[in-house]
Nanobody
Framework: QVQLAESGGGLVQAGGSLRLSCAASGLTFSVYTMGWFRQAPGKEREFVAAIRWSGGSTDYSDSVKGRFTISRDNAKYTVYLQMNSLKPEDTAVYYC????????????????????WGQGTQVTVSS
């Protein structure tokens, strides 16, 4: 049974930092592309970042590029999202997801391409 468990969310002031973690189990982690998505109240789930199996290739949404960094440790079956210079508009539930798809980042930005999802962790940025 595949499980993805996010942690590290919380309340932070604007300009602050948080590091999210997502621990995976029940799958061969090293062959999966991992992604982070977020969903704010009343809005659709949106792509944040993705990282390919080797960790050597990443992609970010324009809204977080330069502020967030995705990384992974295949030995620990864990993917991370370092979030710096947080803004109130970053407030959302953050989800990690896993996919066997290895094609274009255009499709990796779509939630429909992902096979497994975590339960999410709340990030709240106060102004």
């Amino acid at each position: 049974q595949v499980q993805l468990a996010e942690s590290g969310g919380g309340l932070v002031q604007a300009g602050g930092s948080l590091r999210l973690s997502c621990a995976a189990s029940g799958l061969t982690f090293s062959v999966y592309t991992m992604g982070w998505f977020r969903q704010a109240p009343g809005k659709e789930r949106e792509f944040v970042a993705a990282i390919r199996w080797s960790g050597g290739s990443t992609d970010y949404s324009d809204s977080v590029k330069g502020r967030f960094t995705i990384s992974r440790d295949n030995a620990k079956y864990t993917v991370y999202l370092q979030m710096n210079s947080l803004k109130p508009e970053d407030t959302a539930v953050y989800y990690c997801a896993a996919t066997r798809y290895t094609g274009s980042y255009y499709y990796l930005g779509k939630s429909s391409e992902y096979d497994y999802w975590g339960q999410g962790t709340q990030v709240t940025v106060s102004s």
